[in-house]
């Protein structure tokens, strides 16, 4: 939900005003004072005085700018200012439907370790995902050579009806359990603050402070693969609903009665386009038969789909078109800047074909002006574990900014 | 869009303060100082501060409470604080697709006269709309007793496609012409700052001042008459989307390649549910053909239903099953805290059945946690003019705050 514009109390104020200051600097990557004022609207005066308290707890650094960026005028070197990168480190873990991804980053965002480990299963239980995801934390801050007590904060991502200020999972498809507090559990058996969100918001999180969000106010993320998520933005806030189960892009209805769905509900986009969906298709025409892996056999079908095969690729092209369908429906309800189609499995290269963009901007109210752009951003588990990470990193930040305020009352 | 929460320089951290002292007050009607400084988060000293530029630039007055509300301890009278009502005066227009309705209200936001009149065509030039505006609002005005001069500003809603930020209509089916500038249009002929937006989006506005959003954040409101409009309020902000073409709930598609809509498309919502495509259907069957005028036919349509007669019956049934899949993606979009269904067409009483909420339930996806609420809130233009009125008091409200300001910076 998009953050209010209340102005608080004077402290709430501050805290707006160090978070402001942070993030101009996060964004910038090296930056000089004035430059901050400018990008705030801050005063100077207010910018010196929020940088000295952020420099006094070692959340950010002096730099000397090098010489390309000095004032070409003068000729003297400028002191910027940048984040600290040791501050705080901290961990993002994305449990996909067969595996488990670790990022470990630092306080710049960059991420110094990564691991990856099989689920035991591809459902767990509340207790089976806990112990899991501690173990997977604890190996893979073991490779790097640091301890979990080194960490500042676990960011978790998992598919399914998340809510995040809760941290609590209505339901995930890999868990045998509905109505999971997850974050109390998790941080029962962890020294951590940890921070838990539906993946596909972890993507536009990571979408926003790494990728191609980097510019906007604005913008939607779809990710497809095994299921169909999105992920909003507003005003730089991920917006997430009352209840924590807004965005569900995949289960709205694309048919009134239509194919079943993993969710039990009939019509829904994702029992349309998600890759069981392709499969399903794949099968009644028998192409998707045999022993083959659930990944081979797509792989097969769309190969054989690329090489011509009609009802291979009659199987994609309904996908597609029902993809292009959800999509102009995101854009005549959002009409955002921009949308990003996220993810990993290969039937993407035929959703974002120029056909079924084409099949979009037909199904858009049309107007004189341009359309929103779509861009592609492939990417894998890596990501999303750094979207994870990004998300922790941002509740850490929050914690680190209050600690000011608290340390500051007390003298 | 909503607003962005970056405290920018002083002036409009104080300007913003001001704005949200006004509103503040006029949400309570009647308030005491402290109660301000309670539910804005000022400090007492800034809320007397801010107080004392209101009541000398006229927006507010003081009121003694009356004895009811006496502060019980002391028994002495409170002292609070309420807008003032011939502060300024402002006027809404609604053109419906057969009429035009005038609402002229004062700064507190009570109604003190109405005007409706005929189009004199369903659909006119740009030019035509223009002055058929103005010439309504002189006649509106001369009723009331007052001059246009008298007024502050004028909000107009038209149904359509419009850029509120610029004032600018894509289209609107009650216009002949597309790409009109209608504010620069309308404000060339009366000396009035002008305010246009989307009728759906007044209707919002409406709803979030003076109806059953009041004590909501985050609302929707879907509107159905001649067509299906929605209005999306996220943290108090009307979203409008980048190019002000978001919220066409009516022309989301719910049918690949379904029923021909008004748009020249297929398959949107409104292809099944608004009025039109209820009497196409009802013409198939020769249910609505004669002379009668069309709501005439929809009204006896509406009546042979309520009477049981299959065919009429299973028209309506499968418009509200179309709407209650719509309302249920809207859902599983926003997960708002509150639906609210607004309009004043018969149909209605179909669309908002016990049965098609329960199709809606069971199309959202399942979590134990609350439904959002669906409310019911029929009214007609006058509201929608009502609505408009609200969207330029807000506009001549913020005029009036930079006004003080600029009054401040001359002394």
């Known amino acids: 939900m998009a953050k209010s514009d209340r102005i608080s109390s004077a402290t709430d104020q501050r805290e707006s005003g160090r978070l402001q200051v ?29 940088t000295s308290e952020l420099l006094a707890a070692g959340l950010i650094e002096e730099v000397t700018a090098d010489e390309a960026s000095r004032d070409s005028k003068r000729g003297r070197p400028r002191v910027a200012l940048k984040i600290r990168g040791k501050a705080h480190w901290v961990a993002g873990i994305k449990v996909s439907n067969r595996t488990a991804t670790v990022a470990l980053m630092d306080f710049v965002g960059d991420t110094f370790a990564e691991y990856e480990t099989p689920l035991p299963h591809s459902q767990l239980s509340g207790e089976a995902m806990v ?16 301890a979990v007590e080194d960490l500042s904060g676990l960011g978790v991502g998992v598919a399914g009806i998340i809510d995040a200020p809760r941290g609590f999972v209505y339901w995930s498809p890999s868990m045998t359990e509905r109505n999971v507090n997850l974050r109390n559990l998790i941080e029962a058996q962890i020294p951590l603050p940890v921070f838990i969100d539906n993946d596909a918001n972890l993507v536009a999180k990571a979408e926003q402070l790494f990728g191609l969000g980097k510019s906007y106010r604005d913008f939607i993320v779809v990710t497809i693969e095994h299921g169909v998520g999105m992920g909003i ?32 509900q009939r019509g829904c986009l994702e029992a349309y386009v998600a890759d069981y969906a392709v499969l399903r298709e794949a099968n009644i025409v028998g192409f998707a038969t045999g022993n083959d892996s659930f990944d081979d056999k797509l792989d097969k079908l769309f190969r054989d789909a690329k090489a011509g095969e009609p009802t291979a690729r009659s199987i994609f092209q309904r996908a ?16 955002p800047e921009l949308i990003i189609l996220s993810g990993e499995r290969m039937q993407f290269d035929y959703l974002y074909a120029d056909e079924v963009l084409e099949v979009m901007k037909n199904s858009v109210v049309q107007v004189d002006a341009p359309l929103p ?4 951003h492939k990417w894998g588990d890596l990501m999303w574990a750094k979207g994870a990470a990004a998300f922790a990193m941002e509740g850490v930040t929050e914690r680190a900014i209050r600690k000011i305020s608290h340390d500051v009352l007390q003298h």
């Open 131 to 146: 112990s899991f995801i501690c173990d997977t934390l604890k190996m893979a801050a073991e490779r790097a050579g640091i």
């Open 233 to 264: 933005v507003i005003d730089g806030q991920i917006y997430r609903g009352t209840r924590g189960c807004g965005a569900e892009f995949g289960h709205t209805k694309v048919h009134l009665n239509g194919a079943l769905c993993r969710c039990g």
């Open 373 to 376: 752009q779509v861009k592609i």
């Open 22 to 50: 942070i993030s101009a600097i996060r964004k910038a990557a090296e930056i000089a004072r004035i430059d901050i004022a400018k990008k705030t609207g801050f005063s100077p005066a207010t910018v010196t005085s929020i």
């Open 320 to 335: 597609g078109t029902m993809f292009a369908m959800g999509l102009a429906n995101i854009v005549n309800i959002f009409d």
